[in-house]
């Protein structure tokens, strides 16, 4: 089982990037998945998370407004999409399968891990 994240970068703030988390080796279409961030020095938090059919979606109140998770179940990848960034969203995002077909904001409860994709956002 492997998650691969990818579409990090360095961007400008007010500007915009979309991650993309590809999960090979199973398929999680029946599962939840998620997004973190880990800021240098800081602990992993929840930024959002998606339900297994994309019906329903949960962001973090700094995101919120701003970020988009979405899914395609028939590529077994799930979207980030991030606009109208800000220095403090600078940090490494991680995506995050869940144990069932819903989701959580809590880390724990999440089952598989991507590596991580650097996000910088210059001032």
């Known amino acids: 089982v492997q998650l691969q994240a990818s579409g990090g970068g360095l961007v400008q703030a007010g500007g915009s990037l979309r991650l993309s988390c590809a999960a090979s080796?199973?398929?999680?279409?029946?599962?939840?998945m998620g997004w973190f961030r880990q800021a240098p020095g800081k602990e992993r938090e929840f930024v959002a998370a998606?339900?297994?059919?994309?019906?329903?979606?949960y962001y973090a109140d700094s995101v919120k407004g701003r970020f988009t998770i979405s899914r395609d179940n028939a590529k077994n990848t799930v979207y980030l999409q991030m606009n109208s960034l800000k220095p403090e969203d600078t940090a490494v995002y991680y995506c995050?399968?869940?144990?069932?077909?819903?989701?959580?904001?809590?880390?724990?409860?999440?089952?598989?891990w991507g590596q991580g994709t650097l996000v910088t956002v210059s001032s």
């Open positions: 080796g199973r398929t999680f279409r029946s599962y939840g």
């Open positions: 995050a399968v869940y144990s069932d077909s819903t989701w959580s904001r809590n880390p724990w409860e999440y089952v598989y």
């Open positions: 998606i339900n297994w059919s994309g019906g329903s979606t």
